[in-house]
């Protein structure tokens, strides 16, 4: 089984919302973060919300009061509650895991780990 896998994601109206699951399986559960990544064609990775080991989260300024990252430690899986969502949220998510001490947060150099991604499409 591959290390990190997405689902949750689809095609949702402005406003609806849609939640992300990521499990979570084998060493990357021993990360040090965790992380939400979404990607338009023809650009970089964006952050979007991360966790540290201590709880810590962090979120870009596009995904605050909107999306909400939480943990399920007996189910091993990542959650990205996404609500009212909108047109400019639509992109490839994905779920990766820092497996390095530390947390590079919302920057997607420090992560070791990266899931295959799941779509969501956002129509207004």
């Known amino acids: 089984q591959a290390p990190l896998v997405e689902s949750g994601g689809g095609s949702v109206q402005a406003g609806g919302s849609l939640r992300l699951s990521c499990a979570v399986s084998g060493y990357t559960y021993t990360s040090n973060c965790m992380g939400w990544f979404r990607q338009t064609p023809g650009t970089g990775r964006e952050g979007v919300a991360a966790s540290n080991r201590d709880g810590r989260s962090y979120y870009a300024d596009s995904a605050k009061g909107r999306f909400t990252l939480s943990q399920d430690n007996a189910k091993n899986t990542v959650y990205l509650q996404m609500n009212s969502l909108k047109p400019e949220d639509t992109a490839m998510y994905y779920c990766?895991?820092?497996?390095?001490?530390?947390?590079?947060?919302?920057?997607?150099?420090?992560?070791?780990?990266w899931g295959q991604g799941t779509q969501v499409t956002v129509s207004s």
């Open positions: 990766a895991a820092r497996l390095a001490p530390g947390c590079t947060a919302l920057m997607s150099y420090g992560y070791d780990v």
